[in-house]
């Protein structure tokens, strides 16, 4: 729960895929998720593009430290003891905890500087797609087919990418800039699904006899 509340603080919590990101879908998301965490806490779920690099670090030293209370309650509360000797079992979690932040220690030493704070600053999955994705030079379209080009999967963003994460000033102005040309010369992607995909408040600088409508009239 409090992880969930910390994405909706960031406006994170939404699911990022394309069609997937209505609200209850969103909280079965994350209900989901939370039992997977539960069965099997692998670090790939605790993916810090989805996260944000805050809570993925917040969550790192969340882990090291609730391990020390997880000893401590087994020790207590159940016959833990029977299994390992209480001193065996806080020597064993000292010393690996201690790798663990020398380990992550030297590894952050070698970062360059200008980049250190992204490992603890908010950066949401809106700022992702907006600077990594935007950047991006190959993907795949919306039928899977291969696209290689910076231009391509800028174009693509909303067929896989929920409205909520899109960089919107940044594609409407890149779909003024372009859609008449792919409606006058269209590439392989540029097709009645991809149209129909396309938010319309993304096409408000487009002309409207450019949109969807139209363009299946002409090709007809």
Known sequence: MGLLLWRMYYGNWRMYRYGADGMLFSLLWHLGCYLCL????????????????????????????????????????????LYLTENVAWLALSISTLIAI???????????????????????????????KWNQTSDTDHKHREVDTKEEVRAL???????????????????????????????????????AMIPRELLVEVPENLWEDEVALVAR
């Open 102 to 132: 020398v380990s992550g220690g030297i590894f952050f030493s070698y970062v360059p500087e200008s980049h250190r704070k992204t490992f603890y600053e908010v950066k949401t999955f809106k700022e992702h797609v907006a600077t990594y």
């Open 38 to 81: 539960l069965a099997a806490p692998f670090p790939v779920i605790r993916n810090p593009t989805l996260l944000t690099s805050r809570i993925y670090c917040g969550g790192l030293f969340y882990m090291l430290i609730s391990n020390f209370l997880m000893i401590g309650l087994s020790y207590h509360a159940f016959n833990t003891h």
């Open 157 to 195: 963003l909303p067929t896989w990418c929920s409205i909520h994460y899109l960089p919107t000033e940044l594609l409407i102005e890149y779909y003024k800039r372009n859609w008449a040309e792919w409606v006058a010369d269209p590439p392989e992607w540029f097709d009645a699904d991809f149209r």
